[in-house]
Nanobody, 119 residues
Framework: QVQLVESGGGLVQPGGSLRLSCAAS????????MGWYRQAPGKQRELVAR???????NYLDSVKGRFTISRDNAKNTVYLQMNSLKPEDTAVYYC?????????????WGQGTQVTVSS
């Protein structure tokens, strides 16, 4: 069973920083990628940043230059460093793990962590 445990959310003022962490545990062998999604009230969930097993990184345009995703393969942990936060970054942030088993793709999600940017 795969489990994702997130931490690091909270309340921060505009211009501030937060660092999210997500640790994956369980039985899996082939990780295709790990990433972060977010969902604001009344909006669809959107991809914020993703890092593939090969190290390819994708960012949502609105966070480029402000957010940095990184990964510790030994710990199966992915991080999201968020700088210069804006009120529009307020959302619940979800960690995602994508694995491959017998050529099938499986997505796993964390429980979500609230990020609130407000003065």
């Amino acid at each position: 069973q795969v489990q994702l445990v997130e931490s690091g959310g909270g309340l921060v003022q505009p211009g501030g920083s937060l660092r999210l962490s997500c640790a994956a545990s369980g039985s899996f062998f082939s990780i295709l990628g790990m990433g972060w999604y977010r969902q604001a009230p009344g909006k669809q969930r959107e991809l914020v940043a993703r890092i593939s097993s090969g190290g390819r990184i994708n960012y949502l345009d609105s966070v480029k230059g402000r957010f940095t995703i990184s990964r510790d393969n030994a710990k199966n942990t992915v991080y999201l460093q968020m700088n210069s936060l804006k009120p529009e970054d307020t959302a619940v942030y979800y960690c995602n793990l994508q694995i491959s088993v017998d050529r099938s793709l499986y997505d796993y999600w964390g429980q979500g962590t609230q990020v609130t940017v407000s003065s």
